[in-house]
């Protein structure tokens, strides 16, 4: 290395935490003080690991040996932009790195070695204090005499007081400093460590030039080309972002009346240079001429002519003109290309390849053709855009060959010959052999004497496309490294006839070196996902014949192929031997399994799995596992739980139709009919519909009601009295169970039926709507929308109205219930029934509080609901108490018209939410969280506010083996839900400090100090035996068998942050320490809440007080204290209105 890239090495090393090196060092280091090093190859794109890496508390240097890697850094930018990156790049031309200046916030250049180190620590101490992206460039042919360096214990020392320098509060940073000020500030921080100025730019030569030279770039030989007596001054530049406008304009006198601006970038892909364009603005109301031009490489004993050369020509050019110092670099243009290095471990397939298909092979993307056609031909990408243009040429072909053979060549001695030749390759132009011979065939045919036809010349020019190819396209870390998967993403969709072999090179033994997590992604299952793509998963030192025999299927296929094939080693020292044993190791344990997947085999035969020593074992798993099994299905298998078998459906359907027939007997011989039709979405019109039968019936009236979409219309013309209830949905929408019914009615409307005249149907409407709910007056016309069109509809059907249209409206004192006592006494006269005197007293609504007094401490009767699979769901009382087992029961609602279409039931799921005090878990339990979403939920989980985990579309018979594997990983969901006390929220970083370490243990203990002591949930899901029963009486020693009126939260804060918002808890706790910032107590607060019920006046969000203080070993007691004074006192009677917050 040279003498820069060592400095910056170095530098990287000491300061960082992480060093991604991409093509620098050799070895690994094993200083346990240092950077922990990720080496990648040259041709790896670097993007992921520093994304897998990229820490804000911590510094992550990159350091690639060249700048071709740059651009792909250009769309991830913004993803570690905030993060303290630095990237350290040795360059030959500076146009990658100045194509970022608009992405990066801060670019600095080194062209020395002693630079390269100074700038280096600079561009540490920048990022660190910044908490940004910092690019440093570099000239990597510097080999000065080694650079003047501080202690590594001073780096560490000053990269650790960089990264405590900036101020917080809350979170947010208090210094609102310009990026030139914060550069400023970094630079003299690292100009006092080092003991030398650092200065944005450096100026030598004449103090009053004519002529000044503004560089970027290796400009030691133009400073050295300059005399005391000239008239020129050079101004190298060494900060690029943010341009250091003020120092040019310093440096540029009035004497001055030229400015050459020369830069080292020869790939110029527009005509003016970003510098450029910055040096023209900054003297735009100067009279000063500004040239562009490039700096090149030059001698040293040559310099001086070059200069002088310079200088004459900038006296006669122009704005305009484009000047250059030296000699532009042969590799520059293009024009030279180095050999890819290939490992010589990958003959071991290369030549499997050769073997098979012979001449007939094409590897698309050759390392061979990096020679002409440069560094991109190895890319997956270009490789398939290559074949592509292939296809479209044989395309040709073949279209000139049909003309050719429809044509009338008269007078053409051969024309029976080839006539033949050209219909026997047309038929058999896919067929390896025949395809080669016939095409063969045509050219001797038309070399020997052409006719005269237009497609004969493009024929002889596209002759290499007769024979049919098997082309191939390898992937591999080492020289064709596939950037974000693209090219088999591409591939796959493209459905081009091509095959990929993709060459996975992990060792066995060394597949837990990198986290478990971000391990490769399985790219045979995403092609098998795909449907249409052959896949084969290979190890040629296990199975020789199976990689034959899956190289040759691949072959055959039409349309994309996917190889994966293993060859696991570390260095190319490694022997075939080792090689051989990795790959025992790996496919013997499953780790590399053996399979191919055809999609043209007949159903159910499509995956044939090899790996003999795992075939039953896997077998088995996939068959068990419901997300893996459609591996080795031919049909995607639904849960029994969510489609109820054809008898079950009959059965039920019995017991409907006899249950129905028997309530008809029983209204014949009671007073007059009432059909109560209702549309709910929310419950509110269904809890009215149902309270209304019940007084219905008192009054001798034979009541029934349905859903409105479930009533069949053509039935509704037989009833007599009809009533509606009806809430609002959306912008004056009808419920989703109510839209079919308003969607016919509307239907009959426009068309001018009145399929209700002369019918004996009467009708009332009630109507439920928030008048508030849409404030503008232009939106007043929805409130109770569907109640007043349903009316009007209804009238306009030839129906007759018995009562007047009754409105109920959220924003009156008693709710709807305002309007409805109106309008009910109007529905009993219009019936006759209004003079019966009701002595029986109306039963008092079912509630959340005697479902829970009802329960025997929460068990209630889930453990039947478990077992009855004729459902996916559990009953609606059960619902109320799985949560406070930390289960809530769900329904998709974007199909549910569609399965009640069907005859089905709601598709029920579940959502499980663990109990996590202070929001901390293991890496072990975070893995644990992702297998049982991979494994019972539907593949995702969800981060709460309250610094816990959710399980989402998890089936009922699921539930207890997602509650069982979350007890095995030490977490348990004990009143994650409920009206109970919920998860304490504390700062989660508990080894921030030792104050934080003690806030979160005494979070730990005042969440285990308020759990419900209940044995339900241990019998129900653990399988625990039962202890609580007529012996033994079980109660609970804080919340008593009524439990809380509602939920109740409390969060620990540790100043000046207040990250678990505090004050908007039922209790909160706020950490006071001493002069020696010991934990002694908390301040607490109470009457905190932010749950607000639409349109409910009586509810409101309320920010908490501050109580006291307490010490810390009573905080527990307070709390308790706190919350049995809510239990005791709250609102059981309105569970809208029953928080602390709402007394």
């Not at 053996?594 to 075939?615: C, H, I, M, V």
Request: net charge negative; glycine share 6%; hydrophobic share 35%.
């Amino acid at each position: 290395m040279s003498s820069a890239t060592t400095a910056v090495v170095q530098v990287a090393l000491c300061a960082s935490s992480i060093l991604v090196d991409q093509g620098f060092r050799s070895g690994t280091n094993d200083d346990p003080t240092h950077a922990q090093v990720i080496k990648i190859s040259k041709s790896v794109d670097p993007v992921p690991i520093i994304l897998q890496h990229a820490n804000p508390s911590s510094l992550t240097s990159v350091t690639l040996s060249s700048t071709d890697s740059l651009i792909h850094l250009l769309p991830s930018i913004p993803s570690f932009a905030s993060s303290p990156i630095v990237i350290h790049v040795a360059y030959n031309d500076l146009a990658d790195a100045l194509s970022l200046r608009s992405a990066i916030p801060y670019i600095i250049h080194s062209s020395s070695a002693q630079q390269a180190y100074d700038h280096a620590l600079l561009a540490s101490r920048l990022a660190v204090s910044a908490k940004t992206l910092v690019l440093h460039a570099f000239s990597g042919h510097q080999t000065a005499p080694k650079a003047h360096h501080v202690t590594e214990s001073q780096i560490k020392s000053f990269i650790r007081v960089s990264d405590q320098s900036a101020p917080h509060l809350n979170g947010s940073t208090v210094d609102h400093a310009t990026p030139t000020s914060t550069y400023n500030n970094a630079a003299r921080e690292t100009a006092e460590l080092l003991g030398r100025p650092l200065s944005p730019a450096s100026y030598s030569g004449a103090s009053q030039p004519a002529v000044v030279l503004v560089t970027l770039g290796e400009a030691s030989a133009v400073q050295g080309a300059l005399g005391p007596h000239e008239s020129v001054g050079v101004l190298d530049l060494t900060l690029v972002r943010p341009f250091p406008m003020s120092y040019l304009l310093q440096h540029i006198p009035p004497t001055a009346t030229t400015v050459l601006v020369l830069e080292q970038v020869y790939k110029r892909a527009t005509k003016w240079s970003p510098l450029f364009l910055e040096v023209t603005s900054a003297l735009a109301q100067s009279p000063v001429k500004v040239v562009s031009g490039t700096l090149g490489h030059v001698q040293p004993n040559q310099a001086s002519e070059e200069i002088l050369r310079l200088l004459q020509a900038s006296e006669t050019a122009s704005s305009q003109t484009h000047l250059t110092f030296g000699h532009i670099p042969v590799t520059a243009n293009g024009l030279h290309h180095s050999a890819v290095h290939v490992p010589a471990h990958e003959s071991s397939y290369t030549k499997l390849l050769h073997h098979l298909f012979g001449n007939r092979l094409d590897v698309v993307n050759d390392p061979s053709l990096v020679k002409t056609l440069g560094e991109v031909a190895t890319r997956p990408e270009y490789a398939l855009g290559r074949i592509r243009t292939l296809d479209q040429e044989r395309a040709e072909l073949e279209e000139r060959v049909r003309e050719l053979l429809e044509a009338e060549l008269h007078g053409y001695a051969s024309q029976k010959e080839l006539h033949d030749a050209l219909a026997k390759w047309l038929t058999n132009k896919n067929d390896e052999n025949v395809s080669r011979s016939a095409g063969n065939n045509i050219v001797h045919i038309l070399e020997a004497g052409p006719p005269d036809h237009p497609s004969v010349l493009p024929i002889l020019a596209n002759r290499k496309h007769f024979p049919i190819m098997s082309r191939w396209i390898i992937g591999s870390d080492s020289w064709s490294y596939d950037l974000g998967a693209s090219g088999l993403h591409h591939l796959i969709s493209s459905s081009t006839d091509v095959n990929i072999l993709l060459l996975d090179n992990i060792p066995y033994t060394a597949r837990n070196a990198a986290d478990p997590s971000k391990r490769k992604k399985d790219a045979g299952l995403y092609a098998m996902n795909h449907g249409d793509a052959y896949v084969g998963s290979i190890a040629v030192y296990s199975s020789y014949s199976q990689s034959l025999h899956a190289l040759m299927e691949a072959d055959k296929h039409r349309g994309a192929s996917v190889i994966l094939a293993y060859l696991p080693y570390l260095s190319e020292e490694d022997s075939a031997l080792t090689v051989l044993k990795e790959t025992k190791l790996a496919v013997d344990a499953g780790y590399w399994p053996l399979y191919r997947w055809n999609p043209t085999n007949p159903d159910g035969s499509q995956f044939q799995l090899e790996s003999e020593a795992l075939k039953a074992d896997l077998q088995e798993f996939l068959d068990r596992q419901n997300h893996l099994s459609q591996l080795v299905r031919s049909q995607p298998d639904m849960a029994k739980e969510l489609v109820s078998s054809l008898g079950t459906q009959i059965q039920e359907a019995r017991r409907e139709k006899a249950k129905q027939t028997y309530e008809n007997l029983l209204s014949a011989m009671e007073g007059p009919p009432l059909l109560i039709l209702y549309a709910s979405d929310g419950g509110n019109a269904e809890k009215i519909a149902k309270r209304l039968i019940g007084r219905a019936k008192v009054r001798g009236l034979a009541a029934r009601a349905s859903t409105m979409d479930s009533f069949p219309l053509e039935e509704l013309k037989l009833e007599e009295h009809v009533a509606f209830i009806t809430s609002t949905a959306g912008q004056g929408e009808p419920p989703q169970n109510g839209r079919e019914t308003f969607r016919a009615f509307t239907a009959f409307v426009s068309k001018g039926e009145k399929p209700f005249e002369g019918t004996p149907v009467k009708f009332a409407v009630f109507g439920m709507g928030d008048s508030h709910y849409w404030p503008r007056p232009e939106d007043a016309g929805y409130y109770n929308k569907p109640g007043k069109d349903l009316d009007a509809r209804m009238e306009a059907l030839g129906a007759e109205r018995m009562a007047p249209l009754g409105l109920g409206d959220d924003q009156d004192p008693d709710g709807p219930q305002t309007g409805y006592k109106l309008w009910e006494p109007q529905l009993w006269k219009a019936l006759g029934v209004d003079g019966i005197e009701v002595l029986e007293a109306e039963p008092e609504p079912i509630t959340n509080e005697h479902i829970k007094i009802a329960s025997n401490f929460l068990r209630g009767t889930i453990v039947e609901g478990l077992k009855d699979t004729s459902t996916g769901a559990l009953a609606p009382s059960d619902g109320q108490l799985t949560k406070f087992h930390g289960i809530y029961q769900q329904d998709d609602r974007d199909i549910r018209d569609e399965r009640q279409d069907a005859g089905l039931e709601p598709a029920y799921s579940f959502m499980i939410r663990c109990r996590l005090p202070g929001g901390v878990c293991t890496p072990q339990q975070w893995l644990a969280i992702d297998r049982i979403a991979d494994e019972r939920g539907n593949g995702t989980f969800k981060l709460t506010t309250r610094q816990t985990f959710q399980f989402h579309g998890i089936i009922k018979k699921h539930l207890k083996p997602s509650i069982q594997a979350i007890n095995k990983g030490l977490m348990d969901t004990i009143a994650a839900c409920g009206d109970v006390n919920r998860t304490v929220l504390c700062s989660a970083l508990p080894t921030l400090s030792h104050l934080h370490t003690e806030v979160a243990a005494f979070a730990k203990r005042l969440s285990e100090h308020l759990l419900p002591r209940m044995t339900a949930y241990h019998e129900i899901w653990l399988d625990k035996k039962m202890v609580a029963g007529d012996a033994v009486k079980e109660f609970e020693p804080l919340y008593g068998p009524y439990y809380l009126p509602r939920k109740f939260k409390i969060a620990v804060a540790v100043p000046p942050t207040n990250d678990v918002d505090v004050f908007t808890n039922d209790v909160g706790f706020i950490a006071i320490t001493d002069d020696q910032k010991k934990l002694i107590g908390f301040n607490v607060t109470a009457g905190g809440g932010m749950g607000v019920t639409h349109s409910n006046k009586k509810t409101y969000p309320r920010t908490a007080d501050v109580l006291g203080f307490c010490p810390a070993d009573q905080g527990h007691k307070v709390a308790e204290a706190i919350m049995l004074t809510q239990r005791d006192n709250g609102n059981r009677a309105e569970y809208v209105n029953n928080q602390l917050c709402n007394p």
